[in-house]
């Protein structure tokens, strides 16, 4: 992230503050668990940073609260905290039950991460070319695909692999129009504009994520595990996604988006640090 003065920081912090009333998903974290000997706040603020990613929605709070609380109880047993266990949860669930939650919730975490990853791409690729270094001839469904062709069958199709649609025939299919940027075959791109109307939703958080590692020199994300067990990046993210939102919310006022790449910032959750919240900040906001 680029380094702000503090007059556009806190320009970009009243920008949040002036839609606190709109949003559809607020939240400061950690808030949903009191103390839990054996894990630290910052990895409770990491669970539920995680879970706010997998389910974006303000109608998927309970798909996302069982979601943290899987991933906690996942914590809890692995270190054989019986005792924390029954203390915060009146009926613990079984592993078989919690690795079902947990693959559900990790699959729409890659899908979220994949979503954004095609998304910046593509508007690298549309800025480039508006500033006449490329023509453009690739639309956003060509992206979309091609980052689907790519990843159905990467981990043995992970996230992807259960879609009928076979997303590298589709994109080869693409390249034989000639005017492949309005080709689209509404069918098959079904299951992909969906999860685009639903993971558009997780982008600044994604770019939190994503921006703190890469401040560390790192490049790509560990797993689940690792991001709970080492919650380092849990303030930097936080504030990055706050940044990126209220970019999103001030950068939508000056231009109209493309149709099929618009999102809204108003269902994007905004998340807080409830030991540090970014309206008594005093210096480095962002």
């Not at 919650?231 to 001030?250: C, G, I, M």
């Amino acid at each position: 992230m680029q380094r702000l003065c503090k007059e556009e920081q806190r320009d970009l912090r009243f920008e949040l503050g002036s839609y606190c009333n709109q949003f559809q998903v607020m939240a400061a974290i950690p808030n949903r668990y009191q103390k839990v000997e054996g894990v630290t706040e910052t990895s409770l603020a990491a669970i539920e940073y995680i879970s706010f990613i997998s389910y974006p929605e303000a109608s998927k709070q309970r798909e996302r609260e069982n979601f943290s609380d899987s991933l906690l109880q996942a914590v809890l047993r692995s270190q054989n905290s019986i005792t924390e266990l029954n203390k915060h949860f009146e009926s613990p669930k079984e592993w078989p039950r919690i690795d079902t939650c947990l693959s559900k919730g990790k699959k729409r975490h890659y899908k979220a991460c994949v979503l954004w990853q095609a998304y910046t791409h593509y508007c690298n690729y549309v800025n480039q070319a508006a500033s006449g270094e490329e023509t453009i001839n690739r639309g956003w469904y060509d992206f979309l695909v091609k980052y689907y062709a790519f990843y159905q069958n990467y981990d043995d199709g992970f996230a992807f692999g259960n879609y009928q649609s076979d997303f590298q025939e589709l994109y080869s299919n693409r390249f034989d129009f000639q005017n492949i940027k309005n080709h689209g075959e509404k069918d098959e791109l079904r299951p992909v504009i969906k999860d685009w109307s639903v993971f558009k939703s997780s982008l600044n958080l994604v770019y939190g994520l994503i921006k703190a590692f890469e401040k560390q020199g790192i490049k790509s994300l560990p797993s689940l595990n690792v991001l709970i067990s080492k919650p380092f990046w849990v303030y930097e993210a936080t504030k990055n996604s706050q940044y990126k939102l209220a970019k999103y919310l001030r950068d939508g006022k000056d231009k109209q988006p493309q149709v099929k790449t618009s999102i809204d910032p108003i269902k994007m959750p905004f998340l807080d640090l409830s030991f540090d919240p970014i309206f008594l900040r005093k210096d480095c906001i962002f």
